[in-house]
């Protein structure tokens, strides 16, 4: 879990201006659609966050490897990349390491999420570069609050 308070974004449609009446509809604004790139080997987890990531209306790209996240990070350009540690290749810790030192997402932020558990473990995602780690198992609120406030 991350130790910084929760800031919940907006992902509705924006509301019309007060000096708006009945007869003159509102242009309603879509908020900007955030692009998730959710990198982890095990299909079930996969699905899982996908699904709950769609339901918040986030847009999802998946990678089943590290290689392959690297690969769409840097192709695709998603605004928050969420990666699992342990996979095969390019662990999850190594592809946060890449991903800092490539000019195209440099900037992007990540988030770890992971099994593993230690304190020693999220010290050293949060060193290699990731913005929060989450330790599975995650309910979809704590996962949707993590990407909502490391988009911030």
């Not at 996969?46 to 769609?54: A, G, I, N, P």
């Not at 190594?94 to 932020?109: G, H, N, Q, Y």
Request: charged share 20%; with cysteine; glycine share 4%.
């Amino acid at each position: 879990m991350i130790d910084t308070p929760a800031t919940v974004l907006p992902m509705t449609l924006n509301s019309p201006p007060a000096h708006q009446t009945a007869t003159q509809p509102a242009t309603q604004v879509p908020a900007k659609v955030s692009t998730v790139l959710v990198v982890e080997d095990t299909p079930s987890e996969m699905e899982l966050m996908s699904h709950y990531l769609r339901e918040e209306g986030f847009s999802v790209i998946s990678a089943p490897s590290g290689k392959e996240g690297l690969d769409k990070a840097i192709a695709q350009q998603p605004d928050i990349i969420i990666t699992d540690v342990v996979m095969p290749g390019i662990s999850g810790f190594e592809l946060c390491r890449k991903l800092k030192r490539t000019p195209e997402t440099m900037a992007t932020p990540i988030v770890i999420c992971s099994s593993k558990k230690q304190n020693i473990d999220r010290l050293w995602g949060l060193k290699q570069g990731a913005k929060a780690y989450l330790t599975k198992p995650y309910t979809r609120d704590e996962l949707v609050e993590v990407i909502k406030t490391a988009l911030v």
